[in-house]
Nanobody, 125 residues
């Protein structure tokens, strides 16, 4: 099992930036990809971005392309999400997740077996 702990959420004005971090521990050698998902009140959890742990191949949801950047530090077993030009519609609880499956880059939550507790991001207008 992989344990994940997010940090870095908060309140920011529209147009601002935040950087989320996710520290992984445990069976990190089993990770094929890691990703960020978000869930707003009353909505389903949606894919934000993913990155393959070895090659660093990235995938983004259309709604965040050009504004968000996913990155990793393998030595520190840490995942990041740099969020720029934030919009009120980005308000949600953000979760990091880890997957051992090669199909993880398709962005389905069902392909991710380990999840963090989530961190709140609130963007005010």
């Amino acid at each position: 099992q992989v344990q994940l702990v997010e940090s870095g959420g908060g309140l920011v004005q529209a147009g601002g930036s935040l950087r989320l971090s996710c520290a992984a521990s445990g069976r990190t050698f089993s990770i094929y990809a890691m990703g960020w998902f978000r869930q707003a009140p009353g909505k389903e959890r949606e894919f934000v971005a993913a990155i393959t742990w070895s090659a660093g191949i990235t995938v983004y949801a259309d709604s965040v392309k050009g504004r968000f950047t996913i990155s990793k530090d393998n030595a520190q077993n840490t995942l990041y999400l740099q969020m720029n030009s934030l919009k009120p519609e980005d308000t949600a609880v953000y979760f990091c997740a880890a997957s051992s499956k090669t199909m993880a880059t398709r962005g389905s939550p069902a392909d991710f077996g380990s999840w963090g507790q989530g961190t709140q991001v609130t963007v005010s207008s």
